[in-house]
C-alpha cells in the first residue's frame, strides 16, 4: 500500500507543474482583483484554509467550514486525517484520537476555544474529538511549531477548535436533517442540528447558539486475542519446558515449540451513542482593536452497548499430557474452559467549557487576559452475565487476520489409555451460568486556568518590531473511582443451575464472526439476573475490588515568557523567545493484590502520596521569508515537552496471582520523566495564484525521555522478574509485598531513552477555475508525509521504530463543484505502526496499515437549500493489530470491522 502515498505526491508534482503552467499564463495572480473568480462551498473551504495557512507565522495546517457553516466530513477528527501529516484512530467506525507526524495522540495539546480539555478515558490520557460535534465548530488549526506564547506540551502539534463567532458568519441561521444507515447494524441514525448568528448595537454585539443531537447506530465484529501468546510444545515429549512464556529466541519450530494463544476472543457490539451538543458566543466589538467575550460549550454522549462474547481459555493449560499438539498457528489442547458473556454497559461522557476575556488597545500597547475552566466527567456502570462450560477438548487455527475453534468431550490420560469425559462442553445444557459482576466507573478532570498576554508594538518604530511577554496558571485534578462486585452462582442463596438452554437464544444478524453457540435474548436474561442485582445491596461480602483502580492526582503549572519579533528587512520576520514552565505534581493510590489461585490473599496496601516538581527550559526560533508575493520561506527551531498523562502517573499497582498459571502486575509510574524534545522544521510554498498551493517540508525531533507502554516477560514460569528492578528501582513500591517480588509478566509505561524521527511533508491544492466550462469546476488536494523513526529503550536489545510512528501518512481527493452540485471522491492512507513495546521482539503489537475510501455529493435545490449524501469506507476497511509473532508468521491481538456506512440529508440556509 506504500505505493498509495508515493503516488499521491506524485499527484503533487503533476500538480506543481499545473500551476506552473497557470502561473506562466498570469502575472502576480494573488494581487490580480480584475480577474478573481470567487469559489464557494468545498472549494471555498480550501481556498479559506490555504489562506489561513499562508498568513500563519509558523507552519501551521487548517480546516474550515465551507461558506454554509459545514465541514465536509462529518466528524472534527475525520475532517483533520485530511491534513498533512495528520491520522486518526478510530473506535466503533467514528474518527476519536488525532495523531500528528505520527506521533500518539497524548502528544497533543488540544484546546477549545483556547480552553485546554481533559479526558476520563481510564488507561488513555489523550482528548477524544468525536464528542465534539462538528457542527458546533468553525475552524480548526493545527499548529506544528510552538512559539513562546504557547502551551510548550505539544511535541506533536496544538489542535485549537473553533466555535462559531456572529462577526464571522454576520446574521445567519442554519438547519439540518440527516439520517445515515450502518450496513452491519442495518439501522436508520437520525440526526439535526442549528445555528444562529446575530449581529446587535450597529453591528458592535455578537451572539452566536449552536445545537447538534446525534443518536448514532452501532454495531461490529471483533477478534481478541489480547491475554498474549505463549511458547508450548507437544505433551508427547518430556522435556521439563512444555510449557513456558516466549523467549528471546523466539518458538524454535525444528524443536517443537509454536506460539500458542492464552485466549481468543469472538466479540459483537451493538448498541446506540446519543451525541448531544450545544454552544454559546456572546462578544463585545466596540471597535476594530478591543474585544470582549463569553463563551460556553457542553457537549455529552451517552453510549449504549451490549457486547455478545464467546471466549476459548487455553492459558489454565499447564499440564503439558493437555497438549495434544502443537503447530504454526494451530493445536489441539485438552481441559479447555468455553465463556459465553453478556456485557451491557452504559457510558455517559460530559464535557463542560467556559471562558472569560478580552483584548484591549492602550496605544502601542494591547493587553489580553482570559479566565476558563473545563471538566470532564464519566459514568460507567456496566453488568456482566457469564455461562461457563468446562473440561472440553479443542482444536484451533488462528493467523493474522482468522480464527476456528472446534470443540469436544474432554478426555483424560490414564496410564497407558485415553478416556472420554463427559459431552461436548459447548452444548447449550452444558454452559452453566457462572457469574453476574457488575462495576461502576466515575472519573472527572478539571481544568482552571489564568492567563495574560502584553504585546508592545509601536506603530512609528524605524524597524518594525513588538515584544509579547505574559504568564499562565493552570491548576488540573484527576480522579477516578471504580468499584466491582461479583457475584458468583456457585454461592448461596443461589445454585448452580440455570444453564443457556432455559433460555430463548439467538444469534446477532449481519455478523460474520464465527460464533460456536447462541446467546439468551436480553429481555429474558435481566428477568433472570434482576433479582440477583437487588441481592448485591445486602451481600457487601461480594464488593471484590473498590481500591484497584482508584487515584486522586493534581498538577499545578506556571509558566512565563517573552518574545520577540523584528521585521529587519522586506518579507523577512524573525521571531525569538523563551518559556519556561515549571510543574508540581502529586497522586495518592495503592498496592491491590487480587488472588485468582492460592497462593495470594486479596490485599490492599495504600501507598504514601508521591510528589514531583520539575522545570522546562523552551527556547524557540521561527524565520518567515516572503520572497516574493507567491513565494515563501519558513524555518523554526523549538523545544517542546510531554508531560505524563495522569493515567500513566496514577500511584496505583494492581497484582494477579493465578496461581500455577504464574502471577503479573500492573504497575503505574508516578515517578516518569517528561519527555522533552528538539524539534527543526523547514518548508517553502508557492501560491502562484488564488486557487493554487504548493508546500513541501521537512522536520526532524529528538526526543528524550519519551514514554512507552511496555510488556515484560520472564523466559518461564519459573524464572520471575524481581519488580523491585524495574526501571532501575525508581517506582515506589510498599516495603514488604504478599508472595514476594517475584513476577513472570509486567506491564508497565517507562522512559525511553532517545527517540529520532525526520520525515518530509508535501501538499498540494488547486481549483482548476482557468480551465474553460464546464471543467472550471474541477479541484483537488493531496498530501503526503513520509517519516523514518528509531527508538530505544533499555529494557529491551536493539533498537525500534518510534511506538506509533508510521512510515507513510497520506489523503486526496479530487471534486466537481458548480451552482448546481458538487461532488468529490477522497481517500485517506496510514501505513502499519509499533503500538507497544515488549521485553521480546515476537510480543510486540503492530497496527496494520489502513486506507478508506469516501464519495460525498451536494445538490443545490434553491440558494438555500442543499441535499447531501456520503458514502463511508466504501472498501469495508476494518482495523487489525497484531503480535509480530514467531518464525511462523504473525498472530492477531485485535481486529475490528464496522463496515459501510451511508448518509442522506438536507440543510437550509437563511
Known amino acids: 500500500m506504500n505505493h498509495l502515498a508515493k503516488f499521491m505526491l506524485c499527484v503533487s508534482v503533476s500538480g506543481l507543474a499545473t500551476g506552473v503552467a497557470y502561473a506562466q499564463q498570469t502575472t502576480e495572480a494573488p494581487s490580480d482583483e480584475g480577474s478573481e473568480i470567487v469559489v464557494t462551498g468545498t472549494r471555498g473551504a480550501i481556498n479559506t484554509s490555504r489562506e489561513l495557512e499562508r498568513q500563519a507565522d509558523g507552519i501551521k495546517n487548517v ?209 446506540a451513542r446519543e451525541r448531544i451538543g450545544g454552544t454559546f458566543n456572546f462578544e463585545y466589538k466596540p471597535n476594530d482593536d478591543d474585544i470582549f467575550f463569553i463563551r460556553a460549550t457542553h457537549t455529552r454522549i451517552n453510549d449504549d452497548d451490549t457486547r455478545f462474547q464467546e471466549e476459548t481459555e487455553f492459558r489454565r493449560v499447564t499440564d503439558r499430557r493437555d497438549i495434544r499438539a502443537v503447530g504454526a498457528g494451530t493445536g489441539t489442547m485438552d481441559g479447555i474452559r468455553y465463556e459465553t458473556q453478556i456485557f451491557q454497559q452504559e457510558i455517559a461522557d460530559r464535557v463542560w467549557s467556559a471562558s472569560f476575556g478580552g483584548e484591549k488597545q492602550f496605544d502601542d500597547l494591547k493587553v489580553e487576559f482570559q479566565q476558563d475552566w473545563s471538566r470532564t466527567t464519566r459514568q460507567s456502570p456496566g453488568v456482566r452475565a457469564r455461562f461457563q462450560g468446562r473440561n472440553g477438548l479443542s482444536q484451533y487455527t488462528f493467523d493474522k487476520d482468522s480464527i476456528e475453534i472446534t470443540s469436544g468431550p474432554g478426555v483424560r490420560r490414564t496410564t497407558g489409555a485415553i478416556a472420554t469425559v463427559g459431552t461436548d462442553p459447548r452444548v447449550p445444557a452444558n454452559m452453566l451460568y457462572e457469574q453476574l459482576f457488575i462495576d461502576a466507573e466515575t472519573g472527572e478532570d478539571e481544568i482552571y486556568t489564568t492567563k495574560a498576554d502584553f504585546t508592545y508594538e509601536p506603530e512609528d518604530a524605524a524597524m518594525p518590531f513588538s515584544i509579547k511577554a505574559g504568564f499562565k496558571y493552570r491548576e488540573r485534578d484527576k480522579e477516578a473511582d471504580v468499584d466491582e462486585f461479583d457475584f458468583s452462582a456457585r454461592n448461596a442463596p443461589l445454585s448452580r443451575t440455570e444453564s443457556l438452554a432455559n433460555f430463548t437464544r439467538f444469534t446477532p444478524k449481519n455478523s460474520r464472526l464465527p460464533f460456536y453457540g447462541q446467546f439468551p435474548v436480553l429481555s429474558e436474561l435481566n428477568t433472570f439476573l434482576e433479582p440477583q442485582r437487588a441481592l448485591i445491596a445486602s451481600l457487601p461480602s461480594v464488593l471484590v475490588n473498590s481500591s484497584r483502580e482508584d487515584y486522586k492526582s493534581a498538577e499545578k503549572v506556571l509558566a512565563t515568557y517573552v518574545m520577540g519579533t523584528i521585521e529587519p528587512a522586506d518579507g523577512l520576520k524573525i521571531i525569538s523567545g523563551v518559556r519556561v514552565e515549571r510543574t508540581s505534581f502529586n497522586s495518592r493510590g495503592q498496592f491491590v493484590f487480587d488472588s485468582d489461585g492460592s497462593t495470594l490473599v486479596d490485599t490492599v496496601i495504600a501507598n504514601p502520596d508521591v510528589r514531583k516538581t520539575f522545570a522546562e527550559v523552551l527556547p524557540s526560533f521561527i524565520v518567515r521569508y516572503d520572497a516574493s508575493r507567491s513565494f515563501l520561506l519558513r524555518g523554526a527551531f523549538t523545544f517542546a515537552i510531554q508531560r505524563p498523562n495522569f493515567d500513566d502517573t496514577r500511584n496505583v499497582h494492581s497484582a494477579l496471582d493465578q496461581g500455577p498459571n504464574g502471577r503479573s502486575v500492573e504497575l503505574q509510574n508516578p515517578l516518569l520523566d517528561p519527555a522533552k524534545a528538539m524539534q527543526f522544521d523547514v518548508s517553502a510554498s508557492w501560491y502562484p495564484n488564488r486557487n493554487t498551493g504548493f508546500t513541501l517540508g521537512f522536520f526532524y525531533k ?22 523491585r528492578t524495574v526501571a532501575g528501582g525508581s517506582i515506589p513500591l510498599p516495603a514488604s509485598l504478599p508472595g514476594g517480588f517475584g513476577y513472570n509478566k509486567v506491564e508497565v509505561p517507562l522512559n525511553g531513552n532517545v527517540g529520532r524521527i525526520y520525515g518530509i511533508e508535501a501538499s498540494y491544492s488547486q481549483s482548476f477555475t482557468f480551465l474553460p466550462k464546464p471543467l472550471d469546476g474541477l479541484f483537488i488536494s493531496a498530501s503526503g508525509t513520509w517519516a523514518k523513526s528509531k527508538a530505544d529503550i533499555d529494557v529491551r536489545a536493539g533498537s525500534f521504530a518510534f511506538p506509533g510512528q508510521p512510515k507513510w501518512v ?49 445538490l443545490n435545490i434553491t440558494k438555500g437549500i442543499q441535499l447531501y449524501a456520503d458514502a463511508i469506507n466504501l472498501t469495508n476497511e476494518r482495523d487489525e493489530i497484531g503480535y509480530r509473532g514467531d518464525r511462523n508468521g504473525g498472530y492477531f491481538q485485535e481486529i475490528e470491522r464496522y463496515g459501510r456506512t451511508f448518509q442522506v440529508g438536507i440543510r437550509a440556509d437563511f
Do not use: H, W
Open 810 to 858: 497520506a489523503n486526496g481527493s479530487i471534486g466537481y463543484e458548480d451552482k448546481l452540485f458538487s461532488l468529490r471522491g477522497s481517500v485517506t492512507y496510514k501505513d502499519k505502526t509499533v503500538e507497544s513495546i515488549a521485553s521480546v521482539a515476537p510480543l510486540d503489537e503492530v497496527r496494520a496499515s489502513y486506507m478508506s475510501y469516501d464519495l460525498n455529493f451536494r
Open 63 to 271: 480546516i474550515s467550514a465551507d461558506d454554509a457553516g459545514q465541514f465536509a466530513d462529518q466528524n472534527v477528527a475525520e475532517s483533520l486525517q485530511r491534513l498533512p501529516g495528520v491520522s486518526i484512530e478510530r473506535s466503533e467506525g467514528e474518527g476519536r484520537f488525532v495523531s500528528v507526524r505520527g506521533l500518539d495522540p497524548a502528544f497533543n495539546n488540544v484546546t477549545l476555544n483556547g480552553v485546554k480539555l481533559g479526558s476520563t478515558e481510564k488507561g488513555n490520557g489523550s482528548v477524544a474529538l468525536d464528542i465534539l460535534p462538528a457542527d458546533l465548530l468553525d475552524q480548526v488549526e493545527v499548529s506544528k511549531t510552538p512559539t513562546p506564547d504557547q502551551d510548550g506540551d505539544a511535541i506533536g502539534g496544538t489542535i485549537e477548535i473553533k466555535t462559531l463567532s456572529a462577526f464571522d458568519r454576520k446574521n445567519q441561521i442554519q438547519a439540518r436533517v440527516e439520517g445515515s444507515y450502518s450496513q452491519i447494524a442495518d439501522k436508520i441514525s437520525p440526526k439535526i442540528s442549528g445555528s444562529i448568528t446575530r449581529l446587535f448595537a450597529n453591528d458592535t454585539i455578537g451572539i452566536a447558539l449552536a445545537g447538534s443531537y446525534f443518536d448514532r447506530k452501532v454495531q461490529s465484529d471483533q477478534l481478541r486475542n489480547d491475554e498474549g501468546l505463549a511458547c508450548v510444545r507437544s505433551g508427547a515429549t518430556t522435556n521439563a519446558l512444555a510449557f513456558g512464556l516466549l523467549t528471546d529466541a523466539g518458538c524454535d519450530e525444528a524443536a517443537g515449540f509454536f506460539a500458542r494463544p492464552e485466549e481468543l476472543d469472538v466479540r459483537v457490539k451493538i448498541g
Open 702 to 723: 529528538r526526543i528524550k525521555d519519551f514514554i512507552v507502554d511496555t510488556n515484560l516477560v520472564s523466559p518461564s514460569l519459573t524464572t520471575f522478574i524481581d519488580i
